[in-house]
């Protein structure tokens, strides 16, 4: 068994979901690391002890850098607000530390490139947590367009819709509404949302080549929650953009935070040849398929019952399903923290996952996107990438 101490630096929502993947982990998967909650950070001591005794860290500290400073620390988890993870994973990779990072990786494509610059220099694993790939029907989806049963793609569509912001009384800033900053999290829907939505479109279809964007802010100025003075308000609140794929096909995004009704609506259809494949958040354990043509022969398939094929992806044959419970239980958003844990310390020990992980040099290609998107907007012209 290999020793594994972790750092976990962020106590918030991702602090939570990561420390329960690492406690769950070797419950569902056979992994060949001692897993131990080393030490965790938050700058707030009071909501900081209570996290330590509620997911079982050794220790806890409010100063960053001595967990990374740590000899007996061997991973860092970065689960801070954005303008953090720079500083912290370039600290993390010198210290020669595997590292897990949240996305958007970055506050910037320039502040993407330092980071990837500093984790090939070190030589050390990592992953960027672009968590939706471990939903086991989006692995469906990508296993279905491997054997080549969607075809030659013609479309991409992909929204990631919420309505929290509506209202023009939620304040900017602070410990929960950092993302309304722009100096904390670099960008709106397009870095906090659109990211995950370009991981999972270029995973699933290949290289974006170029884009055209309009982003909106609805709601120009906000009360800041520290400070209580009226703040412009500069991150985009919505972003759509028009996409050409390396293969030709036509890609389509949609990411707002005025959504009516809508609570985290991130969907995902492509059309082909062969086929068509929808995925849908929030029925997260169904993928649909729609059959047209035979994988192998690329011949029209005759049949009456030609129509949309709703799976439940739940049966052992199913991507990750073979860990979890018997087939027809369905598992749930904390699981694909856990599936991208256990594919990242597999790939990590010379182990076989289920796919290979996205690493910081992926990250930096969303990251390139994202910022092609806002440029876009900005400039109100097509950008290459
Ligand atoms: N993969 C996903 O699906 C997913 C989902 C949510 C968030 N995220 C990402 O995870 C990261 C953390 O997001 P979260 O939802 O956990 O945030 P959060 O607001 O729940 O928690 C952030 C943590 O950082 C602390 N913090 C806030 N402002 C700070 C500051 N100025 N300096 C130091 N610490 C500060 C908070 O006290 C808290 O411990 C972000 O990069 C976010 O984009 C990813």
Partial sequence: MKRLNVGMLGTGFMGRTHSNAFNQVKRFFDLPYDI????????????????????GYEKCETDWRKIVDDDEIDLIDVVTPNFLHKEMVVAAAKAGK????????????????????????????????????????????????????????????????????ISKKVPVGGASLWRLDANVAGSGVTGDLLAHSIDCAEWLNGPIARVCAH?????????????????????????????IFANGSLGLFESSRYARGR???????????????????????YLQFFRYADPDTGKKIEDHLT?????LVTNS???????????GTVIGYEHYFINQL??????????????????????????KVCDAVLRSAREKTWVEL
């Fill in 36 to 55: 131990v909650l080393k030490s965790c950070y938050s700058r707030d001591a009071e909501k900081l002890a209570r996290f330590q005794k509620t997911w």
């Fill in 98 to 165: 595997m590292i897990i990072c949240e996305k958007p990786l970055a506050m910037n494509y320039e502040e993407a490139l330092e980071m990837e610059e500093a984790v090939k220099a070190a030589g050390v694993p990592s992953v960027v947590s672009f968590c939706y790939r471990r939903n086991p029907s989006v692995a469906l989806f990508k296993q279905l367009i491997d054997e080549n049963r969607i075809g030659r793609p013609f479309h991409y569509r992909a929204t990631y819709n919420q309505d929290y912001t």
């Fill in 215 to 243: 982003t909106e802010i609805f709601i120009k100025e906000r009360q800041n929650a520290v400070t209580g003075e009226a703040t412009p308000i500069t991150i985009d609140d919505a972003c759509m953009f028009m996409a």
């Fill in 263 to 285: 609570k985290n609506f991130n969907t995902m259809e492509m059309n082909g040849e062969n086929g068509a494949c929808y995925f849908n958040l929030e029925e997260p354990e």
């Fill in 307 to 311: 129509g949309w094929q709703k799976i």
């Fill in 317 to 327: 044959e199913h991507p990750y399903m073979n860990h979890y419970w018997v087939p």
């Fill in 342 to 367: 256990a594919d990242f310390l597999l790939e990590t020990s010379g182990g076989a996952p289920v796919y290979p992980v996205p690493t910081i040099s992926d990250a930096v290609r969303v990251q």
